[in-house]
């Protein structure tokens, strides 16, 4: 096969669940990637553990496909906004971008939020409409929305005149016309090589910025970027320059790794606007610029968004530690997040004030959770505390700011009025209420940081599970005053050992479990939900008396309603600020940060002075 001759590079832009990585899986497919009778999965891209789980893209990842004599590198982005540290790296190695959008939904906050930074860079757009087959979809109103969203997000006149084509990746059809379905993706190859332009190079010697970071047993160290001048060999050596250009380290490069189909493969050479991965140097990161040594000036990184939300990790000091996990030392815990803040720019990690503690800061609440689910996977036991919002102050009026998040939320007509009302109790202002279509409204606020944190699980309760909520940060803004946290209290153990099924259906008047009979407890742990607004020391130890009068008749079965499910997301957002949760491989547990109840007493009457 001969060497593609030309080369383009796009990256895929679209909100969560609006078809990103299948239209990639379409596009590997149709451009001859796989044998014909090659076995493949679906969303092939998702190759992390957790994106298959929960069905989103949460790390960028590459591809390359060729369409005739041109090389088409991809790259798919991430769709929530927790994660869009990754995507604003990304936008500096394309040349082009696909915003993808639904036929029925139209662009979503998400969409918003990536479309702004691709914008701001100069990319020109390509617009897909995908899931064209549904029975709700509206396309000529959704391109409206999208040209209404382009306009508002300042975009030019040659940015405003995008091409559209109509589709559905699942049928793996795209067309200019919406009611003329073709067979095949040709369509979207022919006009991003007519409508992206060749990558941008410039002359000198070789120069890349370093935008993802990732690792190999073999090969250490992996930085993928995209070479603005020059050409890189295997062997060469380099200079790392940090963004003050500052020297970072000089080395060779071992191999250069270009993107072939899924994998990578090692090529001779990288030349000037291909996007390539260079291992063999130790210390260099993100946002670093790969130079020869004549070079010494870097290349500007895009800066990066602020975290709006930090949360404390803390070795796990339960009575319970170190049984269930196999890595519980502050030293290990420290070492992974500080691994984790070099591939992650989006993430802060620093130490807390408090000892065997460390700050984490970071874009959301997915964000932390998917953090916090790696490392127990991996083995880690340790201690999170309730997330809090990143305050700043303003330097002209030294007043407090605070996060506002810009929600969107699609629901059943019939349930507007209580979102409305959950929502303004959490300090949010509506900004839009709308129809959107077969008996829904979309209803538009601007809420604090803080009032959202634990709101998911009561607006799926409150909706019957009808609504989908969307959230992206939009700025800072004066503080709102104080929210009213939870309403009701929890059931504390006040013995160690294990629970008893007698006893639990004892205390089920008193509130929902959540723990299982023959479930491991201790003293200070939280075993349910009380049904009052203040905690209740409860024994869940205590068995049926036993005397030797017979019984006329047996005893009945005791039958124990279900306990609450309390997922990691879940129970972050219930805690309160005297309690935390315990993370091991095998076990979520909540418990109170102060375990023995004189404890607890001292530290309360310290918090209210």
């Known amino acids: 096969m001969t060497e593609p001759t030309s080369l383009r590079n796009i990256a895929i832009i679209a909100h969560v669940d609006h078809g990103k990585t299948t239209l990639v899986d379409c596009l590997l497919k149709q451009s001859g990637t796989f044998r014909e009778n ?15 789980e929960r069905g989103i893209t949460i790390l960028a990842k590459t591809t390359s496909v060729v369409w005739g004599d041109t090389r088409v590198n991809i790259v798919d982005t991430p769709g929530h906004a927790d994660f869009g540290g990754e995507v604003e790296r990304i936008l500096n190695m394309v040349d082009g971008a696909i915003v993808l959008v639904d036929a029925a939904e139209g662009p979503m906050p998400q969409t918003k939020f990536v479309v702004s930074k691709a914008l701001k860079v100069g990319l020109k757009p390509i617009v897909c409409v995908n899931k064209i087959d549904k029975p709700d979809s509206r396309p000529d109103y959704v391109i409206n929305e999208v040209f209404d969203l382009f306009a508002d997000l300042g975009a030019d006149d040659e940015q405003l005149d995008f091409p559209i084509l109509y589709g559905s990746a699942k049928n793996g059809w795209m067309s200019m016309d919406h009611e003329k379905p073709e067979t095949d993706m040709a369509a979207l ?11 941008r190079t410039e002359e000198g010697p070789f120069r890349m910025l370093a935008t993802t970071i990732s690792s190999d047993n073999f090969l250490g160290r992996i930085l993928t970027g995209r070479i603005t001048s020059g050409t890189i060999k295997p062997n060469q050596t380099v200079k790392v320059l940090s963004r003050d250009g500052e020297l970072v380290e000089q080395g060779r490069v071992s ?6 189909g899924l994998g990578r493969e090692p090529i001779e050479e990288g030349v000037a606007g291909d996007i390539v991965s260079l291992s063999g140097l130790t210390k260099a990161n993100v946002a670093d610029t790969f130079v020869d040594p004549s070079v010494s000036e870097p290349i500007q990184a895009q800066p990066i968004d602020p975290p709006t939300l930090s949360m404390t990790f803390r070795v796990n000091d339960s009575p319970l530690a170190g049984t269930e996990g196999k890595k519980v030392t502050s030293r290990l815990i420290w070492d992974r997040l500080v691994k984790e803040a070099e591939g992650n720019v989006a993430l802060q990690v620093e130490r807390s004030t408090e000892a065997e503690a460390f700050t984490v800061s970071g874009r959301g609440e997915l964000q932390l959770a998917v953090l916090i689910e790696t490392m127990r996977r991996e083995g880690f036991e340790l201690g999170v505390m309730r997330p809090k919002v990143v305050m700043k102050e303003d330097p002209d009026t030294g007043e407090k700011l605070e996060p506002i998040e810009e929600v969107v939320i699609d629901v059943d007509d019939e349930h507007t009025g209580v979102i409305v009302q959950k929502l303004q109790e959490r300090k949010a202002d509506m900004m839009e209420m709308k129809p959107s279509g077969a008996g829904r409204t979309r209803l538009v606020f601007h809420a604090p ?9 009561e607006l799926l309760s409150d909706t019957r599970g009808t609504a989908i909520m969307n959230r992206v940060f939009l700025e800072y803004a004066p503080y709102k005053g104080a929210i009213k946290g ?11 050992g294990e629970a008893v099924a007698f006893a639990l259906f004892n205390l089920e008047d008193r509130g929902p479990m959540m723990i299982h009979p023959g479930d491991k407890v201790y003293q200070g742990m939280i075993i349910g939900e009380h049904t009052r607004d203040n905690d209740l ?3 869940v130890m205590k068995g049926k008396k036993l005397t030797n009068v017979r019984a006329s008749g047996t005893d009945e079965a005791v039958r124990l309603t279900p306990p609450l499910q309390m997922t990691l997301e879940r129970s972050l957002a219930y805690i309160a600020e005297d309690e935390l949760v315990e993370v091991t491989p095998q076990s979520i547990r909540l418990r109170k940060i102060h375990l023995d109840p004189h404890e607890r007493k001292k530290a309360a009457k310290a918090a209210s002075a």
Do not use: W
């Open 189 to 199: 190859f022919e006009l991003v090589i007519k409508h992206v332009p060749e990558p």
């Open 255 to 260: 191999k250069v790794l270009a993107f072939r």
């Open 38 to 52: 090659e076995e493949t999965a679906d969303r092939m891209m998702d190759s992390n553990d957790l994106e298959r």
């Open 486 to 496: 939870r309403h009701t209290g929890v059931l504390v153990s006040m013995e160690q």
């Open 449 to 457: 940081t803080r009032g959202l944190i634990g709101y998911q699980g």
């Open 537 to 539: 020391e409860v024994n």
